[in-house]
């Protein structure tokens, strides 16, 4: 089982940048991804960045590639997502997700993600 609790969340204008944190707890061994997926008001929830935990690879969705960058430190067991210059198009709830199964690379598809956070929003006003 993995255990995610996102923070960070927050109001901010836009260009301005806001850093997430997820920290992961449970299984911290072994190679899986961690994602950010986000929800944005009357829309579905959708894949923007994720990264293995072991190996450290990253993929990004084309809205926020250049923008956000997505990390992990194993000694604190947290995956970060940096975001920059941000949009309003941005505002959602951003939730944190491992998939535990996808030792192999990293997916993108919200089912195929077991374990989800709570959630932190992010407002970015114009």
């Known amino acids: 089982q993995v255990q995610l609790v996102e923070s960070g969340g927050g109001l901010v204008q836009a260009g301005g940048s806001l850093r997430l944190s997820c920290a992961v707890s449970g299984r911290t061994s072994g190679n899986y991804a961690v994602g950010w997926f986000r929800q944005a008001p009357g829309k579905e929830r959708e894949f923007a960045a994720a990264?293995?935990?072991?190996?450290?690879?990253?993929d990004y969705a084309d809205s926020v590639k250049g923008r956000f960058t997505i990390s992990r430190d194993n000694t604190k067991n947290t995956v970060y997502l940096q975001m920059n210059r941000l949009k309003p198009e941005d505002t959602a709830v951003y939730y944190c997700?491992?998939?535990?199964?996808?030792?192999?690379?990293?997916?993108?598809?919200?089912?195929?993600?077991?374990?989800w956070g709570q959630g932190t929003q992010v407002t970015v006003s114009s």
């Open positions: 997700a491992a998939d535990i199964w996808g030792a192999w690379g990293i997916r993108t598809k919200e089912s195929e993600y077991n374990y």
């Open positions: 990264i293995m935990w072991s190996g450290g690879n990253t």
